[in-house]
């Protein structure tokens, strides 16, 4: 486990670690930790110390060092709550050929994202990042049903709270964009935004004429949460999700187990250019961006 700064190392290290797992999560275990930490990241910098405490307490190991992290491990959790630090750390899980997950977010802004992928096909190791969102239950059952028929657009909406050093919707607002995609797939073309000091509106042209869209609420503004209104030949249905973590948790596993990531590369990768594309509109007064110009300045100007 790397980045001991976030409350999901718990969850996940007292999920995984328990005396009798369920079978999804048995034969994983957490062994060691590089508490990590960013001190320029105020929600690093004043909790990881005290979370360290708590995951040494559960009998794991900890060290000073990804390096010496590495050897002692099969498989990596890169948890660190700044998104920033994910490159640097991740380029020696990638080199070692440690199979890794990388918490939300995978990167602080798009070039990041680009650079991760790069590294990853470059040494050949599997990883996948995704939000907890994208598995739940509810949702996954919609999507499975024929209830729906064909879907032709989503309204998808979560908190949206910013990170320091982030691209807007990078840090906490890729959680409705991960509900948005795990129901439109990829394939947007352009996005354009809307913005006032309680929520925002994100709008997607997808490749074959359907359109999605992310709300994202200000915190302490009004009722937050999480879900969205999917559109369907057949009908509309209105999903209201949780934020645990069980769903994610058996995807990791099964991930670790098996080297297969259940989201592939082009898909978090596209989210982040949808991300991006976000910024760029907000920059130009809501004028539609497309993901293929984000994508090319992020190429040109990592």
Not at 125 to 137: C, N
Not at 151 to 175: E, K, N, P, T
Not at 225 to 238: D, E, L, M, N
């Amino acid at each position: 486990m790397i980045g001991l700064d976030t409350s999901h190392v718990i969850v996940f290290a007292k999920a995984f670690n328990t005396a009798e797992p369920p079978n999804e999560l048995a034969g994983v275990k957490v062994v060691a930790a590089f508490p990590g930490g960013s001190p320029d990241f105020p929600l690093s910098r004043d909790r990881v110390r005290g979370y360290t405490e708590q995951i040494r307490s559960m009998g794991v190991e900890i060290v000073d060092s990804i390096e010496a992290l590495l050897p002692k491990v099969d498989v990596v959790l890169l948890e660190s709550v700044d998104g920033s630090q994910h490159l640097e750390q991740v380029e020696p899980v990638f080199r070692a050929g440690k199979p890794v997950f990388i918490d939300k977010p995978l990167a602080q802004n798009l070039a990041d994202a680009l650079r991760i992928q790069e590294l990853g096909r470059k040494y050949g190791t599997p990883w996948f990042s995704a939000s907890s969102l994208r598995f739940q239950e509810k949702l996954q059952s919609l999507l499975k049903s024929d209830v729906l028929g064909d879907i032709v657009g989503c309204d998808a909406f979560s908190q949206s709270r910013a990170g320091v050093g982030h691209a807007d919707l990078a840090w906490y607002g890729v959680h409705g964009v991960e509900i948005l995609y795990s129901v439109m797939g990829p394939g947007c073309l352009s996005v354009t935004r809307l913005q006032t000091d309680k929520s925002e509106q994100v709008t997607g042209l997808w490749r074959n004429g359907r359109i999605g869209a992310y709300r994202g609420i200000r915190e302490h503004t009004h009722k937050t949460g999480f879900g969205a209104a999917v559109f369907g030949t057949k009908s509309i249905q209105q999903v209201s999700l949780p934020s645990d973590y069980g769903a994610l948790l058996v995807e990791i596993a099964r991930f670790f187990k098996t080297g297969k990531p259940p989201v592939s590369d082009e898909v978090t990768v596209e989210m982040f250019a949808f991300i991006e594309a976000a910024d760029e509109s907000k920059l130009q007064g809501g004028v539609p961006v497309t993901l293929e110009s984000v994508i090319a300045k992020a190429r040109k100007n990592p």
